[in-house]
Structures are given as C-alpha cells and as structure tokens.
C-alpha cells in the first residue's frame, strides 16, 4: 500500500485530502506544520509526499530543502503561489511536481499514480532511498540525527557551526560514496569558492576533532588525496 503524508495547514483541505486517499486504498498521514512533518517523515517514512507551501512554522521551500537532505521520496507541492518565480524555486530545491491551488482532485489523484510509478520504476524504493538508512545515523564514535540537525558523542551533544553541520549533513547523505572538493566547496560555500580547497581542509580537521576517536587516524571522515572526502559509517 502506497503511504502518502499530507503536510497542509488549512484543516478543512487536508481533511479531503485524507478522505479522498483513503478511499483509493493509499495510507495516509498528515501534518499541519514542518516540525509535525519532519517527524513523521523519520517516523513512518512515506511513499510520496504532498505539500503546501504557506506553512506556520517554516516556508515549504525551507521544507523541502531540509527534507532532501535525508530523504528522497517524490515530493508533489500544492500551493496557492503561482507565480513562475515560486515554482522554479521549488523545483529546483527538490519538489518533483507543482499544482496551483485549486486543483480538481482527479488531476492530483492522476500526478499521485504518475509519481507513485515513477517510484515502482526505480532501482531504488523512496523508503530505503535515502542516502543513509533512515534519519538516524549511528557510528561507533558518533551519532547524527539529521531531522534534529543534532551529533552526539559520548553521551553529549557535540557543537558544530553552521558550516561544519552542512560539510557533515553532505558527506553522511553519501555514505562511502567520494564525494570531490568542488562539489563540496560549491555546496557549502558556494560557485566563487571552488578552488578554496583550504577550506575543505581545516574544516574536516575541526570535524575529526569533535567527532574522531583519533583524529589523526580517522574511521569515518577519510579524505581521498587530491580527489575529496569519504564518510564510512
């Protein structure tokens, strides 16, 4: 059975939303805001996931962007925003659909079955298609909570600054995939960057020290000489 997650905050929508699914055998859970979604897309990780941009607590665009980090479900946005401006914004974050509100319900129940085979159709199921087995990421040193953007280690939270979080979030999303320096210099630090390799070295150093059993013979954070970075789990 196909498990879709409403994220709509306007109750009276998400109630047809939900009501219409659930008569077409679809399992369905929904959420009124991000926090509420994020939580349930590590819980009960969905099939596909539909999603309204006008949120309460944090912009759809943000949403997106935070759930691609860890999870690769097809991402169908229903919004009352259109204009071009918006749509390419949340293409290009993630969303792999956009409807504009109001939507007949046999044209949305059509882009659900679309999206739905597209995801029979690929080697790899959105529920075990993110880059990391599920939310939770667990090392013998380390653990990352990539819904929470929160690392412990030895029963404490470690601190990391914005730029280490976003190096670390990249490589853990690709576990033992090389990952090369342009791209993580382009990623984190942006196109003007892209030979700053320094960079990339004095902030994988920060990271073995907070994160390493011993970081001058690190398990985890390896680095491919001249070519880029690793994480093995």
Not at 109 to 115: K, N
Not at 178 to 192: A, C, F, H, I
């Amino acid at each position: 059975m196909t498990r879709v997650l409403v994220v709509e905050d306007d109750a009276q929508l998400a109630r047809a939303l939900v009501i219409n699914l659930k008569a077409r055998t679809y399992e369905v859970a929904a959420a009124h805001d991000a926090a509420t979604a994020l939580r349930l897309a590590a819980t009960e990780p969905p099939d596909v996931i539909l999603l309204d941009l006008g949120l309460p607590d944090m912009d759809g665009i943000d949403l997106i962007r935070a759930l691609r980090g860890w999870n690769r479900a097809p991402v169908l946005v229903l919004s009352a925003r259109s204009g071009s401006e918006d749509k390419i914004r949340a293409l290009d974050v993630g969303a792999d659909d956009y409807m504009t509100k109001p939507f007949s319900m046999g044209e949305l129940l059509a882009r659900l079955r679309a999206a739905t085979r597209r995801l029979e159709e690929s080697p790899a199921h959105a529920r075990t298609g993110t880059g990391v087995a599920g939310a939770l990421v667990t090392t013998d040193d380390f653990t990352v909570d990539l819904v929470a953007k929160k690392v412990r280690r030895g029963g404490r939270d470690i601190r990391l600054t914005p730029t280490e979080w976003h190096l670390l979030e990249i490589l853990i999303c690709n576990p033992g995939v090389l990952v090369g320096q342009q791209r993580l210099l382009k990623e984190v630090w942006g196109p003007s960057h892209s030979t700053k390799t320094n960079y990339l070295r004095v902030y994988m150093a920060q990271l073995r020290r907070k994160l390493e059993a011993d970081p001058s013979h690190p398990r985890h954070l390896i680095t491919e000489p001249g070519m880029g970075y690793r994480f093995e789990p």
